[in-house]
């Protein structure tokens, strides 16, 4: 299936200034029955989202943290699906902390082939298709992304979750330090976290704590595609898509080469 990548960039923006418009006003929150966070910019992001993938590509069916989840006796027969988080770290949009993003990827047969990430506050967009490599378009420029060349054990960059924390992730740094001489522990909000690892700026990503499928998908193609690998933590196998349980399992996003 050929997919206009540039489309599902340009919807990603669109969505990323409508969350904007709400993120300079005083606004209100409701939680949701899981216990997040809901706000109008998830709400607005998500109509804009959904009609713009609905007149692209009708044929394709959408999977939505903010749309009602089909039953996966139906679902597990899509070829392809979209999967939306309209606005990924709704607690840091809250914080007015900018660590939000607005994240669009495409699924093929439980694989990540094409995702968008853009993060509104800093007029940044990462982007990414099987095949042809990660990109980020920063103030209209745009340029090929990849991770860093690890070239010695001086120094090891974590990223991790600046509102989820965990004792198993504050395990998992302190391993690291006798491996190498410097570790530094890199705080980041929603997928974020992906990009930051696919452009090279941190070089491991150990979520040892709940995500949603929504939640990872795009930055796994971004971060995929700059060359780093996505694995479940326990097994190391691929982190895979449109599962009957939308809860990912713990993971690592890292450089092959740890």
Same mark, same amino acid.
């Given at each position: 299936m050929l997919i206009d990548i540039k489309s599902i960039v340009e919807l990603a923006q669109k969505a990323g200034k409508a969350t904007l418009e709400i993120y300079k006003q005083d606004f209100d929150f409701e939680i949701k029955g899981d216990n997040s966070p809901l706000t109008l910019a998830d709400k607005k992001s998500n109509e804009v989202i959904i009609e713009g993938l609905l007149a692209l590509y009708p044929e394709i069916p959408i999977i939505s943290e903010e749309n009602k989840l089909l039953d996966f006796s139906i679902r597990k027969n899509w070829t392809y699906c979209w999967l939306v988080d309209p606005l990924d770290g709704t607690k840091e949009f809250i914080k007015k902390n900018g660590e939000f993003t607005v994240n669009i990827a495409l699924i093929h047969n439980g694989q990540p082939i094409l995702g968008v990430v853009d993060v509104p506050v800093k007029?940044? &967009?990462y982007y990414a298709q099987k095949g042809l490599g990660a990109f980020l378009v920063e103030n209209g420029e745009e340029r090929k992304i990849e991770i860093r060349s690890l070239?010695? &054990?001086n120094f090891l960059n974590i990223v991790g979750s600046r509102s989820h924390s965990t004792p198993e992730l504050e395990a998992y740094v302190e391993k690291q330090k006798e491996k190498f001489e410097t570790v530094n522990f890199v705080p980041a909000g929603s997928s974020l976290k992906f990009c930051?690892?696919?452009?090279?700026?941190?070089?491991?990503?150990p979520r040892l704590g709940p995500t949603m499928e929504w939640d990872t998908?795009?930055?796994?193609?971004?971060?995929m595609e700059a060359g780093a690998e996505v694995l479940i933590y326990e097994t190391g196998e691929p982190l895979t898509y449109n599962r009957e349980d939308l809860l990912n399992p713990n993971?690592?996003?890292k450089n092959p080469l740890l």
């Open positions: 007029n940044k &967009t070239a010695s &054990t930051l690892i696919a452009e090279g700026l941190a070089d491991v990503y998908a795009a930055g796994q193609s971004v971060a993971f690592i996003v």
